[in-house]
Structure formats: structure tokens, C-alpha cells
């Protein structure tokens, strides 16, 4: 079992930045990729990013490319999501998950594939 945490969402004018934390407990955190979705009203939830379980690839939607970036620090447990330039249409609730490493060669970008969600962290970007 891992629980996970989101923070550090809030109110930001487009162009701004921002950077989201993740933080997990339970068991071995080096044991899981971790994944970035979000949810915008009305929508379905979509893949934002992930990254391998040592750090090492990291995975973007189109949309985030060049913008956004993911990490890890295994020693802290913790995921983070560096959020630039961004833009109204970025704005939506941010989960992380955790999917187990076994048998993968990468991340999904399936959120059906990852098995423990935080509760969100809701992302506003004005205009």
C-alpha cells in the first residue's frame, strides 16, 4: 500500500509558474513509477507525466512539453511537477499516481494502469 499526497496547487496568472509536490509513504517508493494526470472541469482525466522509478526517463503529454517538468527524489519520497508558462487551459485538479515497477519497461500513460492516487491539488491559471 502507498498513500500519496499532493501540494503546492493554487491561483496563478498565465505565464506564471508553479510547482507541485508529491509525497508518499507506505512502502519502498523506489519500487514505483510515478505519473502526473489531471482533470479539467468537464473533462476526463488526462496523462500530464511520468518518470521511471530511478529517475532516469521522463514521459510528457504534447501539450506540457517544453513546459512542464518531473522529478523525483527517492530519499525524500517525494515527486514533484515544475509547472512554467503556463496557461489558462492548464488549469484543472493535478494527481499523482503510483504503478509498480515490475515487468515495465516504462511508465503508462494509461491511468487505468496505475494502482494509488493522491486526492488532487486543484490548479487555477487566470488571463
Known amino acids: 500500500q502507498v498513500q500519496l499526497a499532493e501540494s503546492g496547487g493554487g491561483l496563478v496568472q498565465a505565464g506564471g509558474s508553479l510547482r507541485l509536490s508529491c509525497a508518499a509513504s507506505?512502502?519502498?517508493?523506489?519500487?514505483?513509477?510515478m505519473g502526473w494526470f489531471r482533470q479539467a472541469p468537464g473533462k476526463e482525466r488526462e496523462f500530464v507525466a511520468a518518470?521511471?522509478?530511478?529517475?532516469?526517463?521522463?514521459y510528457y503529454a504534447d501539450s506540457v512539453k517544453g513546459r512542464f517538468t518531473i522529478s523525483r527524489d527517492n530519499a525524500k519520497n517525494t515527486v514533484y511537477l515544475q509547472m512554467n508558462s503556463l496557461k489558462p487551459e492548464d488549469t484543472a485538479v493535478y494527481y499523482c499516481?503510483?504503478?509498480?515497477?515490475?515487468?515495465?519497461?516504462?511508465?503508462?500513460?494509461?491511468?487505468?494502469?496505475?494502482?494509488?492516487w493522491g486526492q488532487g491539488t486543484q490548479v487555477t491559471v487566470s488571463s
Open positions: 507506505g512502502r519502498t517508493f523506489s519500487s514505483y513509477n
Open positions: 499516481a503510483a504503478q509498480p515497477k515490475y515487468g515495465r519497461v516504462r511508465p503508462s500513460t494509461n491511468q487505468e494502469q496505475y494502482n494509488y
Open positions: 518518470i521511471t522509478w530511478s529517475g532516469g526517463s521522463t
